[in-house]
């Protein structure tokens, strides 16, 4: 039985933006977040506070941040690796922290040039101290399913980070396909671990789709009860030390299978193809989402 109502949290303007070679300027990325603002989504991800010179598309966060206009019925959340990029993000106005590590020790080193070990203490403080301030706090957990340099993971993996992540106060967890490599199967397997030992609320998927595989996925998801799933506005997106990843599943995909099917999101599909023309228009190339396509816009 599928859920009612699912939440999508829209990480276009991070995750989509962050592997683009091409400059979005910081005047078009504030329009292009304020219109999404404007559709119905009720969580957007805005940008990351990381180091500028690994990700250099995201390196006006702060600008962003305090220049965006806020719809009082959006939550604005960004990546947080640190200290020093909580100190931004918080000058910067965040809603949300989401804090990041793989349940893979070669992904993890090459993506935040820590080992998992060493990866604790920072986020423990960056927890601790963004829910001090009042912060909701989500972690993503990477390359859950398959690593792109130790190919599958077990789930014990996955949990042991959970387990730690948890009890340092995160509010939920976001589990991540990073390579976009997972069947309904390995969702399967993962999920009849994960929900033995946390509720369903505290769950999100977060698929990417270069193999085509997320909507299926998502399905399976929704079929174990899980409502709440991450996606990129036009499929836009890809994680830079993860070869061959390409973008999330699109938003404009997921609202096509959701409303079709009766399931409710609160988001408006014409607003979200507008807001997906802006940005293919500013980065001077199609958009993957089939479903955009096929709107013939
Ligand atoms: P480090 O390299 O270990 O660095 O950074 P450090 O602490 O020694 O600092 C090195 C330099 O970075 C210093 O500057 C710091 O000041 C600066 P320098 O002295 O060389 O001029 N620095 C910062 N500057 C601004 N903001 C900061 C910050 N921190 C350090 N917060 C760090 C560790 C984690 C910061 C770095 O490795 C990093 O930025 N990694 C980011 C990688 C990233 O953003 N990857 C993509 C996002 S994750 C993803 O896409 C997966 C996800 O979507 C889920 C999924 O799909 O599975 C979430
Ligand atoms: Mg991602």
Known sequence: KLPKFVQIKEVGPRDGLQNEKKWVSTESKIAWINMLSNTGIKEIEFSSFVNPKMIPALSDAREV????SRNPN???S????????????????????????SASE????????????????VLKQVIEEAKAEGKHVTAYISTVFDCPYEGNMKPDAVISICEKLLEYGVDDLSLGDTIGSAVPSQVETLLDDILKRYPTEKVILHFHDTRG?????????????????????????????????????????????????????????????????????????????????????
């Open 65 to 68: 941040g305090k220049q965006i």
């Open 74 to 76: 959006v939550v604005y």
């Open 78 to 101: 960004a990546l947080v690796p640190n200290q020093k990029g909580l100190e931004y993000a918080l000058e910067a106005g965040i809603d949300g922290a989401s804090v990041f590590m």
């Open 106 to 121: 070669t992904h993890n080193q090459k993506n935040i040039n820590k080992t998992i070990q060493d990866t604790y203490p």
């Open 213 to 297: 595989m997320a909507i299926a996925n998502i399905m399976t998801a929704m079929n174990y009860g899980i409502y709440r799933f991450d996606s990129s506005i036009g499929g836009l997106g890809g994680c830079p030390y993860a070869p061959g990843a390409a973008g999330n599943v699109a938003t404009n995909d997921v609202l096509y299978l959701l409303h079709r099917m009766g399931v409710e999101t609160g988001i408006n599909e014409k607003r979200i193809q507008e807001a997906s023309l802006y940005i293919q228009n500013q980065l001077g190339k199609i958009l993957p989402s089939r479903s955009l396509l096929a709107s013939g816009l």
